[in-house]
């Protein structure tokens, strides 16, 4: 199984901060790499999708970028609603696997 | 509006079995995998399993921590996915959501990801 190791597991941050949280696949995914958002009490929501497609509606602050087995997600100039978990998830094969996520908080 | 509703989560002995269901509205659920997947209180995302559309044959895939206890199956007819659950564990406890795995192509490759989810349905293990 392909194992997914995301890093930080948290991070403190204010309003208008970058963020970038990284996810370090065990083999290569090939861009077969998604982020997800969650907030408590609620489903994940999608948010890239192919290791850097922004999907329908996700403001344009969030990004994706693919460097070998290294996946980023920077969140450029950081909005009160950007404060939740955030998942890393591969597609390249199953059993589908997801990093641990990781806690966007205020400082 | 594309939309999935679990249900069927309770609280339940170890040891006993349980049928979660997923009904799908809004798009064609016959062309879709659809995928389960759980949150233990307080902990992260964990793929549970997926079946696959008939297009790609309706097989089932499972994570390795209820294979052999955990069946997927759906009903096309009727727009419902279905998660049954036997043997249940303790750590069976979590909230279980449906999904739809979406895909889409990219550089002539197609990508997978689960474009919406249902709110859940939690499930307790406990004696």
């Known amino acids: 199984d392909i194992q997914m190791t995301q890093s930080p597991s948290s991070v403190s941050a204010s309003v208008g901060d970058r963020v970038t949280i990284t996810c370090r696949a065990s083999?290569?995914?090939?861009?077969?790499l998604n982020w997800y958002q969650q907030k408590p009490g609620e489903a994940p929501k999608l948010l890239i999708y192919?290791?850097?497609k922004l999907q329908r509606g996700v403001p344009s602050r969030f990004s994706g970028a693919e460097s070998g087995t290294d996946f980023i997600l920077t969140i450029n100039t950081l909005q009160p609603e950007d404060f939740a978990t955030y998942f890393c998830?591969?597609?390249?094969?199953?059993?589908?696997?997801f990093g641990r996520g990781t806690r966007v908080d205020l400082k | 509006e594309v939309q999935l509703v679990e249900s069927g989560g309770r609280f339940v002995q170890p040891g006993r079995s349980l049928t979660l269901s997923c009904e799908v509205s809004?798009?064609?659920?016959?062309?879709?995998?659809i995928s389960w997947l759980r949150q233990a209180p307080g902990k992260g995302l964990e793929w549970v399993g997926f079946?696959?559309?008939?297009?790609?044959?309706?097989?089932?895939e499972y994570a390795p921590s209820v294979k052999g206890r955990f069946t997927i199956s759906r009903d096309d007819s009727n727009k419902i996915a279905y998660l049954h659950m036997n043997s249940l564990k303790m750590e069976d406890t979590a909230v279980y959501y449906c999904?739809?795995?979406?895909?889409?192509?990219?550089?002539?490759?197609?990508?997978?990801?689960?474009?919406?989810w249902g709110r859940g349905t939690a499930v307790t293990v406990s004696s």
């Open positions: 998830q591969q597609s390249y094969g199953a059993p589908r696997t």
């Open positions: 083999e290569s995914l090939s861009g077969y």
């Open positions: 809004g798009f064609r659920f016959g062309d879709y995998t």
């Open positions: 192919a290791a850097s």
């Open positions: 999904s739809r795995e979406e895909r889409a192509m990219v550089n002539f490759y197609y990508y997978y990801f689960m474009d919406v």
């Open positions: 079946i696959r559309s008939k297009d790609y044959g309706g097989a089932p």
